[in-house]
């Protein structure tokens, strides 16, 4: 009895000693051109079990799949939106059109070192509510919180699959964490609601002689790194806000599903926003 004692505080004392599974501090660096303007900006996305952060320039972006919410926070007007996930609506329109295109992917015969990491090819796209798009991403299993970011992505892209309705099954996710995303958008097929076919056929038209906007987002810097719950809230003191619908639901970029492009968001469904 003295021996199966020991044995057992012997086997709590070493589980208490263990650390928590740490999570993953992804930093990229993106570069985006759209005809004669280009942007250059820094973001940063933080995994831990059933959560994920984005922080761009302008937002942060918090998906909780416990809670079944992301929430769309804007530092500088101290406020946020919360919206239901998986979505519905208009929400889930969106980010089904780039979710089901953005999960489409196909192992290339390419493999390129990033940030000290091995990574595999893999290209994607589809069509989307804005228009066209071409992916190109290397994903790595041997980088830090690989698995950890796997397993999240997953555990989101199986959310919008059982929601059904708008969401399509989609192909594989490759595992591992993306360590670069190259992104092209020919927009002109975009499908709009409350607008004649002649209407939309001209705007189309016009958007189609725009040149491709092209997106390029590379991992500056991979950590693994234990974070907590305080890491994935809306700081204290902000204040909650309507969504916003119509129109300026588009410029929103949501959290990336499957290491996909954002939806929206980068990313979030169109190229990365911020995948």
């Known amino acids: 009895m003295r021996k199966l004692t020991a044995l057992v505080a012997g086997m709590t004392l070493a589980m208490t000693a263990l650390p928590a599974a740490a999570g993953v501090v992804i930093t990229q660096k993106q570069h985006v051109t759209n005809g004669a303007n280009t942007r250059d900006a820094v973001q940063t996305i933080s995994v831990q079990g059933n959560k994920q952060k984005m922080v761009t320039e302008r937002h942060t972006i918090i998906t909780d799949l416990d809670k079944g919410m992301m929430y769309v926070i804007d530092p500088a007007a101290k406020n946020y939106f919360e919206i239901e996930f998986p979505p519905k609506g208009q929400m889930a329109q969106m980010m089904a059109s780039s979710t089901s295109a953005a999960m489409n992917f196909k192992k290339a015969a390419t493999t390129r070192e990033i940030a000290g990491y091995k990574c595999t090819d893999y290209d994607g796209g589809g069509q989307m509510m804005q228009g066209v798009y071409t992916v190109k991403e290397c994903f790595s299993a041997t980088a830090p919180g690989a698995e950890e970011f796997s397993e999240f992505e997953k555990k989101m892209a199986d ?79 902000f204040a909650k806000k309507e969504l916003p619908a119509g129109p300026s639901m588009g410029s929103m970029k949501m959290a990336p599903a499957a290491g996909a492009p954002s939806a929206g968001a980068p990313a979030a469904g169109a190229p990365p926003a911020a995948h």
């Open 159 to 237: 959310k919008l699959k059982g929601a059904g309705g708008h969401f399509g099954s989609g192909g594989e996710i490759p595992r591992g964490v993306p360590l670069a995303l190259d992104s092209t958008m020919k927009m002109g097929h975009m499908a709009m609601q409350g607008m004649s076919p002649e209407q939309t056929a001209k705007i189309n038209e016009m958007m189609a002689k725009r040149p491709p906007i092209t997106t390029s987002t590379l991992v500056d810097k991979i950590e693994s790194k234990q974070l907590t719950d305080a890491d994935f809230e809306v700081p204290a003191g």
